[in-house]
């Protein structure tokens, strides 16, 4: 998922006062992301503040200052870990189907099914936080996320040397990574009924495997 520029600009860690370095201070940082979640999906975006999300953690104001300056600092911190987490199993998932050298057709709608779930799919809860994510998220986090991506499927098709694939091109990976993601962002914002359903997965498996297939 998608983090802004000036005092909010680069990655989790770099939105949090402190780092959590103890297993306590990784339980507290988990009850603040767990509540801020649960506001923005019972009360809305707007309703959030930081006091609410320290009432509703069940720790003081200033337990929460000491981790994060505002709201908008858990809400990227939250974004950016979500979206790191859906990265590295996506790329844990092709390194496995590479060694196995799985069927492409059968990689290509995991990476997909996996992408849905990451950034479209899930319950009110995850829902309300993905699409606040794809509205908070400044462009160039998600050209970045778009970016590694396209080299992650790039260099499994390149690995996979299969008959049945093209060959990767930057034109070819940079339009189908594109597609992909484009579609899935805007069933996440206008919270569409097609997200989670076969009907979707089937969609965009049949785009990007015409774009990919010699």
């Not at 009110?124 to 699409?131: F, L, N």
Request: glycine share 6%.
């Amino acid at each position: 998922m998608p983090a802004p520029k000036n005092s909010h600009r680069g990655d989790a860690a770099q939105n949090m006062r402190k780092q959590p370095s103890q297993d306590r201070a990784q339980r507290t940082i988990e009850t603040i992301f767990e509540a801020t979640a649960q506001i923005v999906e019972e009360q809305g975006e707007s309703s959030l503040t930081t006091n609410k999300i320290a009432q509703k953690a069940g720790f003081s104001i200033g337990t929460l200052y000491q981790y994060f300056p505002t709201k908008e600092a858990i809400l990227l911190a939250l974004i950016n870990r979500s979206r790191r987490k859906a990265m590295d199993e996506i790329q844990q998932m092709l390194e496995r189907a590479v060694r196995e050298k799985a069927d492409p057709q059968t990689i290509l709608r995991e990476r997909i099914r996996m992408l849905i779930e990451a950034f479209g799919a899930g319950g009110s809860a995850k829902r309300a936080m993905i699409r606040l994510a794809w509205r908070m998220d400044h462009h160039e986090n998600v050209i970045q996320a778009m970016r590694e991506g396209a080299e992650q499927i790039a260099l499994a098709m390149s690995q996979l040397n299969s008959p049945a694939l093209r060959p990767p091109s930057p034109a070819m990976i940079f339009v189908l990574s594109r597609a992909v993601m484009g579609a899935i962002r805007s069933a996440s914002l206008e919270n569409s009924p097609l997200l989670g359903t076969r009907e979707f997965e089937d969609e965009l498996v049949r785009m990007a495997w015409g774009m990919l297939r010699a």
